[in-house]
């Protein structure tokens, strides 16, 4: 069956490249591609276990929305710009949760009633750059409003009531302030407008805490499968200690922490860091269970003294992958276990090309982004014994 867009159709928006692409058979091509990419590396090491790919809804799946606004104060658009800086308008793009949908159009009242001036590109004017919207699994909401300043702080917070009272699931608001003119969605100082300032993020038995400027996954239930696979696997491993490397808001660590199993995370963001602290504080886990540092990855991991190497590594790189240093680090290491989550199987298969040590266990895809050719992959590397080598 086949997604029906006429933004896709009419050629206004080409973002859902693999529409015409019967569901079943992306998925089956995403997981060709990741197998061929990781078998290409193996050099004479096993096969891995691949597990059947693990499929999304192929529409309203998408729990964040990051729209350009455009037009004008009257009449604004909230959606992407065409190839002339004009905006197109995706308030009713079939890939976001029916949530997001339904909060949009008061979204673009908002815009007017505030008197939120869209930002021109071409002229340089205008305030509005963008709105971004997440949706919890309940139906909670959060709004940021990308500005080119703080000219309209006022106008937001006097309008702010009518707002809250029009979307009774809004739980927070912010003002982010991207003032440079180049293709940044968001700048570095966020305004929280309401009394709560993260949103909780219902997922599996866990509750994260996701800050204005906090990464979490776009889909949200396939997210909680991928967290409970990799709870699973843990839990067979059963390690005494772990590290969760780009822990962001705490997903894997918060997932694996069990009382007697030691789990650090480590995140560049201090903002993600506090997030994860609350999470781990809501699920009742002590400091010597789990803990969080805000830190560089590598730095940490290349800091560490030997004799404080855990027996699993958990992790989860941007698109970038691990990099050569951290990937040597790990081929070094010793640790005996390594769980990769990745969102890109060439830098994946680079990274496996590099940690020669390790043996891929076991696999599987997880359909993050329907309509796409992106992909998630879990993947539990083993380190091979001398027997072995």
Not at 333 to 353: F, I, K, Q
Request: aromatic fraction near 6%; hydrophobic fraction near 45%; charge should be negative.
């Amino acid at each position: 069956m086949l997604l029906d867009c006429h933004h896709f159709t009419s050629g206004e928006c080409r973002s859902c490249a693999w529409i015409e692409t019967p569901y079943a058979d992306q998925l089956a091509r995403k997981g060709r591609v990741t197998r061929d990419a990781v078998t290409a590396v193996l050099d004479g090491r096993p096969e891995p276990e691949w597990l059947p790919a693990v499929a999304s809804a192929p529409e309203g799946f998408r729990t964040k929305a990051k729209m350009v606004v455009a037009g004008t104060v009257d009449r604004p658009t909230l959606g992407i710009l065409d190839a002339a800086g004009g905006g197109v308008d995706l308030r009713d793009c079939a890939l976001h949760t029916p949530g997001i949908v339904a909060a949009l159009p008061e979204l673009a009242a908002f815009v007017t009633r505030a008197a939120l001036a869209p930002y021109d590109v071409a002229a340089r004017a205008g305030e509005l750059k963008h709105v971004l919207v997440t949706e919890s699994p309940a139906g909670a909401l959060m709004v940021r409003w990308v500005l080119r300043s703080r000219e309209a702080e006022a106008r937001i917070r006097k309008h702010l009531p009518s707002l809250l009272s029009a979307l009774p699931g809004l739980r927070v608001v912010t003002i982010n302030v991207q003032p440079e003119h180049k293709a940044v969605i968001e700048g570095e100082r966020e305004i929280v407008l309401t009394e709560q300032a993260t949103l909780p993020i219902e997922v599996n038995d866990v509750t994260l805490h996701l800050g204005p400027r906090s990464f979490f996954q776009t889909n949200t239930a396939i997210a909680a499968a991928l967290y409970r696979q990799a709870r699973a696997w843990v839990d067979e491993i059963a390690p005494a200690t772990a590290w969760d490397l780009y822990c962001g808001v705490g997903g894997f660590a918060l997932h694996v922490a069990r009382p007697g199993r030691t789990v650090t995370g480590v995140e560049l963001s201090a903002e993600a860091i506090a997030s994860a602290e609350r999470g781990c504080d809501d699920a009742g886990l002590s400091a010597q269970d789990l803990r969080f540092e805000a830190g560089d990855a590598t730095v940490y991991a290349l800091s560490s003294a030997a004799e404080a190497r855990p027996e699993l590594v958990i992790v989860n790189p941007p698109r970038r992958g691990l990099g050569a240093q951290l990937a040597g680090w790990l081929e070094d290491s010793g640790v005996p276990h390594v769980l990769y989550s990745s969102c890109n199987p060439d830098t994946l298969a680079r990274d496996l090309a590099v940690m020669r040590s390790y043996a891929p266990a076991r696999g599987q895809v997880f359909d993050m982004f329907p309509q796409t050719a992106h992909t998630e992959t879990l993947m539990l590397l083993s380190r091979r014994t001398q027997s072995d080598l």
